[in-house]
Structure formats: C-alpha cells, structure tokens
C-alpha cells in the first residue's frame, strides 16, 4: 500500500499523526500496527457545531477560519493546512484552546485546499457545492 504526497496517517493505538512530504511504496506503521489514512470529512449541517476551514476576507486580508467551533481545553482546533492543488506548496499553523483559528493567506479560492484537524472530531475539507 503506497502513500501519496501530503497524506494524513494517524496511529489508533498512540494518537501519532504524521504527513507524508515525499510518497513512497511501503505501509507506515506504528505502535506495531498500520497507521489509519486520514480523510477528511465534510460539513453535512448548516448549524451547530461545523468544522469545515472557510475561505474569507476582511479588511483587505484573506485568511482561513474555522467559525462555529469550540477552542476549549478539551475540544479545539489543532491545526489548519492549507496547500496548493498541484500540491507544490504546503502551510500548516498550529493552535491551541483559547486560540483564535485562523490563518492568513495569500491566495484565492480558486488555488487552494484547506483541512483542518479537530482533536476529538478528526480531519475536516472545506465544503464543496458540488
Ligand atoms: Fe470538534
């Protein structure tokens, strides 16, 4: 089972989370067993808690935030990516409770991927209206 560039892989027994920079042909493993590919899930609802990165501006500065989330000791927003669709550039910022999850850019829509990673909820895409 071979890894693509920038996969997430989670370990199910220790919480490892590791990236892949340069894919290769064999299976990543730890605490003695494979790690879990991560796959990020979409938006379903339109109110409560949401996940999903979103692409806004303000005051002339484009960023990506994730609203509508808790940022408390226990249940928070680990960390935003975001990438370019060729996949050629990639920028990761970290966060922690009490942090503000947002994530200044300087691309356009059209460009980029966003994920970001819920400590308790997992892997989360930006909503797609297709
Ligand atoms: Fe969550």
Redesign the pocket.
């Known amino acids: 089972m071979s890894t693509e560039k920038l996969q997430l892989y989670k370990c199910e027994v220790c919480g490892n989370t590791v990236q892949v920079i340069l894919n290769g042909a064999g299976e990543l493993v730890c605490c003695g067993q494979p790690m879990i590919l991560q796959i990020p899930q979409r938006d379903k609802s339109e109110t409560g808690?949401k996940?999903a990165p979103k692409l806004d501006f303000r005051e002339n500065k484009k960023f990506v935030q994730v609203i509508s989330?808790?940022m408390q000791s226990g249940?928070y927003i680990q960390f935003i990516e975001v990438y370019t669709k060729d996949k050629n550039e990639l920028h990761l910022k970290y966060f922690k409770p009490d942090d503000i999850p947002e994530f200044d850019i300087t691309y356009t829509k059209d460009d980029i991927e966003a994920i970001e990673n819920?400590n308790?909820?997992g892997l989360w895409g930006e909503n797609k209206n297709d």
């Open positions: 808690e996940h989330h808790p249940h819920c308790i909820h």
